[in-house]
Structures are given as structure tokens and as C-alpha cells.
């Protein structure tokens, strides 16, 4: 069973961290089928969908909107971030395309599905690298705006990416804990 007060609470502080971010990271961490993921993707959504609407009123369809829709949707359009979903394995992938992983570090809003889910390093050209943490610090330097979920807690980060990664995640991120049981049918026995 399901505390729907505990859903609709999550869903509040993420939307207090949209518009009123104490920390420019939000972290959603718990265990399996518990929301987190599909938390993620509506917010990556919505985001997508408003700049969209805003966009579209700015181009094609400007010539019917009053100047004042105008002048907000150019206010939208410049105060949210462009919204970018990748999950840490894909993360990994990307080693082998440089331009694309230097996007993902540097987008205006990264949410990264699935931290913990990758492997944490890979090879390219030779060279050990770990991709998850190297994403993190790049945008910790420029203090920019990431939501991530795992299932790591705070001591499954260190074990897993260690000190330097797990404190510069405290600084930057807000947590908010999912520790309902999964919302996905129990598998049969």
C-alpha cells in the first residue's frame, strides 16, 4: 500500500526546488519502483513542454499573441534551463564522442537517471577515466543546475565514487529521500 501524502509531498519539494532552489543540485535517492525515475521524466517534461509553448509562440505563431504574451514567453524562455535526461550508463557510452560529453557536463539542466547503475570507470584511448564523476565535478565547478536519482544513499556514494565525489555532492545537492516500497507489481513465486 501506498502513502499518496508521501507522493504529493515529493512532488512539492521538487517543485519548491524548481522555483526556489536552496542548493543548484537535487538528489532523489531510495530504493527500487519507489518514483524517483518517473519524478525525473515529468520534470524533464514539463520543462520541455513550456519551452516549447514558448518557442512556438515566439516563432510560427507570433503574429496572433498579444505583446505581453510575447514579452512572457521570452521571460520563460530565458529564465528556465533547457533540460537534458541521460541515464549514468548512458553517460558511459559517451566516452567514445567527446563533443556529446562535454554537452552533458555543460547543459543548462543535466538530470541523470540511475547513478550507481554504471560502471564507474571506463577506458578510452587507454586512459582510465570515470565518466559519473567527472560529469559531477564539471558542474559542481560551474554550480549548475543537475537532478539526479539513485539508489544510493549518502555512504553507498562514498563506497561507490568516494570522498571527494560524495562531498562535493553534499554541497551541491538537495536531498529528498524515496523509502516507500515499489510502486511495480511484487514478482510472482
Not at 502513502?3 to 527500487?32: C, F, M
Not at 567527446?98 to 570507470?121: H, N, Q, Y
Amino acid at each position: 500500500m501506498h502513502n499518496d501524502r508521501q507522493t504529493e509531498q515529493r512532488i512539492r519539494l521538487v517543485a519548491k526546488w524548481l522555483t526556489r532552489p536552496a542548493k543548484p543540485g537535487l538528489l532523489l535517492y531510495g530504493g527500487v519502483g519507489n518514483g524517483k525515475t518517473t519524478l525525473a521524466r515529468a520534470v524533464c517534461r514539463t520543462m520541455a513542454g513550456l519551452l516549447a509553448a514558448a518557442d512556438r509562440m515566439l516563432a510560427a505563431d507570433a503574429w496572433q499573441a498579444s505583446a505581453e504574451e510575447l514579452r512572457q514567453a521570452e521571460r520563460l524562455r530565458r529564465s528556465l534551463p533547457r533540460p537534458q535526461m541521460i541515464s549514468a550508463p548512458e553517460v558511459v557510452a559517451l566516452i567514445g564522442t567527446p563533443d556529446r560529453f562535454e554537452a552533458i557536463k555543460k547543459s543548462a539542466l543535466l538530470i541523470l537517471d540511475d547513478m550507481g547503475c554504471e560502471a564507474v570507470t571506463a577506458k578510452h584511448y587507454g586512459t582510465e577515466i570515470s565518466p559519473v564523476a567527472e560529469i559531477l565535478y564539471a558542474r559542481y565547478d560551474r554550480m549548475l543546475p543537475t537532478i539526479i536519482t539513485s539508489n544510493l544513499d549518502d555512504d553507498g556514494i562514498v563506497r561507490r565514487y568516494g570522498m571527494r565525489v560524495a562531498d562535493r555532492m553534499a554541497e551541491l545537492f538537495d536531498r529528498i529521500a524515496f523509502d516507500t516500497a515499489s510502486y511495480r507489481q511484487p514478482i510472482p513465486r
